[in-house]
């Protein structure tokens, strides 16, 4: 067997975790989205110097505990509110990056009041908007983005728009509004598409730190153990499945 | 000195605004004062009522069930005072309008028809000021001088060219307000 | 320099926040206290002091900018009245479980439910008792002229700060639409980020400045052991607020037979009711607990050692009339009388009442 001599040398380096991710050991589970997402959000303030300027709100939902892993100023907002936290936050600290990260459940049922007047403002935050279909942390139950015919734990029989209505595509509506300067829709399940993902979330905070206006990166994301798949599973099946009602690109700016 | 007052009427008659005037001008004077209106959906074109206080001491409540005097500017209005002035305070109320007059003896009224008098000079928005004179006549709590500062503080700048049409009006008030009984 | 002007207690609220250096004010209109919005956006404070104002979508988001702007360790507030104060009772909630700093003022009204617009002091106990889930409390300032409107809202700012927790003006109808002289204070400068800093810096979310260790605004413990041991933090804090802040008006009690036991308006209305007793000869007095939380019972439990009875009076069907037996204890009559539902007494409704209730049956 051959035998390699492996030096850890900076100039050998070619990938190492950001410094604004935190060594605490995420909570999510395995084949999650939140935790790539929380790693590229971790990139993006790095390599736009922002770590001392960044304030993050993160929401109820799977992702309430964000504050642990990414090494920024952390504000935990009340279930669907953090868009109405952020605007006074960054309305007070215009100089500050400030935004969110929620979830489908979050931002799409309880806080959508919050979510459209916010965008509405066009307050200079960034929304960043974790779509996977379904209430994670509570264990399963629908949410107002779960596909017709897609079984939870409230639609055992799978959604029936007759008694549930249709899932809610917010980027879309939320484009139509003269606050928002940028919309756009991505997913973490492959590498390309994890650099396209950064990008875009790159693209918002600039966005926010000039004063363009509000910035809403979707991120399309599976919740495999809500789902009931394992992670490659969940990957193929977003694609087959979720990409048809929330198809990935940029929808505004 | 204390004056507790009420000012009632339609909305729109400038009842709250001749309610602050006068409570301005008590301030002018050096004396304490409050003002306390009715508010809500009785803004909007019903009845609207404020009470003032004038007093050389604090004014303790700014709430009271009887006055010592009633200016009355609707039927309603007269219907619902006219039993509350105190035994031997005044009631003071343009006729315009008033089909069913005062009727009490054990109080002293006075009208003055700051209505029509206001109408013939072809400038309605002083028929309140004209009230004002009128009540100062019978009831002088506040000299004309602090009057005048009060109006001046109550009106908004934009309004200060009306200061000398309202200082005729006051003065017309004083001469036009007659005991009736 | 110093000014004296004739305004309504809304508008005295909007007036001693601009000039005692709020940072961001964030309401929602609700008669009766939409003068206090009106008056800070006619007022364009943010041109002078750089206070921001905003205009909310609704109750739950004036909160919840409050929460975000708190949390960053800016001097915040808000302003309601009852059924907007019931939308905002998670934000408190928040607010208190995370000890944030903010102002709150609840210009009541009579209710249940969307009720009348009219003046009540009908929201004693959700104040007092239960401003929102979970084991906390507000300090609760109960202002009884348009001056105290003026003077309690910078109290209060100054108190949210000394111990990080919301303190609530409670006031009502009748204080908030009403005129008095007021001595405007002069104007304080906003505390500069420097300052937010050094003072806040321990604990508010305003970006790791010069790379300080981060911090976290959260209110979330999954782990019992340590949200109990947080709740007993929480109570030590109010222990101390409890012995350090409690705030009251007596008048005449020194020779009183029987004691009124009135906050806000109906204090103002008990004062002409006293007055109207002493006249005829009875020998009343009058206490006015200024905060409601903490409240001054101590002293009503030394009052019961020797007076004869006690007539709590509030706009409502009796909330502060329980805290008022508590103290008194079983050997002293505590009566309760108030009209409600957006009706006001008056003075001569509440004499009537200290006579049938107490004067007349004990002497």
């Keep these: 067997m051959a035998q390699f001599e492996v030096e ?12 604004v991710l935190t060594d605490a050991p995420m909570h999510f589970c395995p084949g999650c989205s939140h935790g790539t997402i929380h790693k590229i959000i971790a990139e993006a303030i790095d390599e736009l110097g922002l770590q001392e300027r960044a304030i993050g709100l993160s929401p109820v ?19 669907g509110r953090a868009a109405a936290a952020a605007s006074a936050m960054k309305r007070l600290n215009p100089d500050r990056l400030v935004f969110t990260y929620q979830g489908d459940g979050d931002l799409a049922a309880i806080g959508t009041g919050e979510t459209i007047h916010a965008c509405n403002r066009g307050e200079n935050i960034t929304i960043i908007y974790v779509n996977n279909a379904i209430y994670g942390m509570t264990g399963g139950q629908m949410a107002p983005t779960t596909l017709v015919g897609m079984k939870t734990m409230t639609t055992p029989d799978g959604r029936d728009p007759k008694l549930h209505g249709y899932p809610f595509v917010v980027s879309d509506m939320l484009a139509h509004l003269p606050g928002v300067c940028y919309v756009t829709r991505q997913s973490v399940h492959t590498a390309a598409n994890v650099r396209r993902a950064k990008k875009a979330i790159r693209k918002a905070f600039e966005n926010s730190m000039e004063g363009k206006g509000l910035s809403f990166v979707e991120m399309v994301a599976t919740c495999n153990s809500g789902w009931k798949m394992s992670p490659t599973a969940a990957n193929q099946w977003m694609e087959e499945n979720m990409f048809p009602v929330y198809p990935l690109g940029d929808i505004k700016g | 000195m204390k004056e507790e007052l009420i000012i009632a009427g339609f ?30 959906p009785e803004m909007r074109g019903g009845t609207a009522n404020v009470t003032v206080i004038i007093s050389d001491g604090p004014v303790s409540s700014p709430i009271v069930h ?31 309008g008033i089909i069913h007059p005062p009727h009490r ?42 009057a005048m500062r009060g109006l001046e503080k109550s009106l908004p700048e934009r309004l200060h060219h009306t200061l000398p049409a309202n200082e005729q009006a006051l003065k017309k008030g004083m001469e036009l307000i007659r005991k009736e009984n | 320099m110093k000014e004296i002007k004739l305004l309504k207690g809304n508008e005295a609220v909007a007036m001693a926040a601009i000039r005692c250096g709020c940072d961001g004010y964030f309401g929602y209109p609700i008669t009766p206290q939409s003068e206090i919005l009106e008056t800070l956006m006619s007022q364009k404070p943010w041109e002078t002091t750089g206070m921001v104002v905003l205009q909310a979508e609704s109750e739950t988001a004036a909160i919840n900018m409050v929460y975000g702007g708190a949390a960053t360790g800016k001097r915040v507030m808000t302003s309601s009245s009852s059924p907007g104060i019931s939308l905002m009772s998670e934000g408190l909630s928040y607010l208190a479980g995370a000890e944030l700093p903010c102002v709150v003022v609840n210009v009541s009204r009579g209710g249940p439910g969307l009720g009348t617009i009219q003046p009540a002091q009908s929201d004693y106990f959700q104040a007092v008792k239960a401003g929102g889930h979970g084991d906390f409390h507000m300090i609760v300032l109960a202002p009884a002229s348009v001056q105290e409107m003026y003077d309690f809202t910078q109290l209060a700012f100054d108190l949210t700060f000394k111990y990080l927790n919301p303190v609530m003006v409670l006031a009502d109808g ?17 505390v500069d980020d420097e300052s937010i800093q050094r003072e806040c810096g321990s604990w508010a979310a305003t970006g790791r400045v010069g790379g300080r260790p981060r911090n976290i605004v959260t209110s979330v413990e999954l782990d019992p052991d340590i949200q109990e041991a947080f709740n007993h933090i929480l109570a030590a804090k109010y222990a101390r607020i409890e012995q350090d802040e409690v705030r ?13 036991v009135a906050y806000g308006s109906s204090a103002r209305i008990c004062r002409r009711v006293m007055e109207m007793a002493r006249e005829e000869g009875f020998k009343v007095g009058l206490f006015r607990p200024i905060t409601l939380y903490p409240f001054p019972g101590d002293v009503i439990a030394r009052l019961a050692e020797r007076v004869k009875g006690f007539l709590a009076v509030e706009m409502s069907m009796g909330q502060l009339v329980e805290d008022v037996r508590l103290w ?4 002293v009559p505590a009566e309760h009388y108030g009209r409600c539902g957006g009706a006001i007494h008056s003075p001569d409704e509440v004499y009537n009442a200290l006579k049938s209730k107490l004067i007349d049956k004990i002497k």
């Design chain 3, 248 to 260: 009251y008006e007596t008048f005449e009690c020194e020779d009183a037979d029987f004691v009124l």
């Design chain 3, 174 to 190: 009748v204080i908030g639409q009403m005129m008095e002289k007021v001595e405007l204070s002069e104007g304080k400068p906003r």
């Design chain 2, 11 to 40: 909305g729109g008659q400038g009842v709250l605004s001749m309610g602050k005037i006068l409570a301005y001008s008590g301030v002018m004077q050096g004396f304490e004062v409050s003002w306390m209106p009715s508010y809500g």
């Design chain 1, 8 to 19: 850890i040398k900076p100039e050998n380096l070619v990938y190492g975790k950001s410094p």
């Design chain 1, 61 to 79: 939902g799977c992702s309430v505990l964000a504050y642990n892993y990414i090494d920024i100023d952390w504000v935990q907002a009340a279930h």
């Design chain 2, 105 to 146: 003896s054990d109080i002293d009224i006075y009208a003055i028809d700051a209505t029509a008098e206001a109408a013939r000079e072809g400038n309605l928005r002083v028929f309140n000021t004209m009230i004002l004179g009128g009540y100062l006549k019978v009831r002088p709590v506040v000299t004309i001088e602090n």
């Design chain 3, 328 to 331: 008194a204890g079983r050997n």
């Design chain 2, 66 to 96: 009887q006055y010592d005097t009633a200016i009355i500017l609707n039927q309603q209005s007269l219907n619902k005072f006219e039993e509350r002035v105190k035994p031997g305070g005044r009631l003071i109320y343009d006729p315009n």
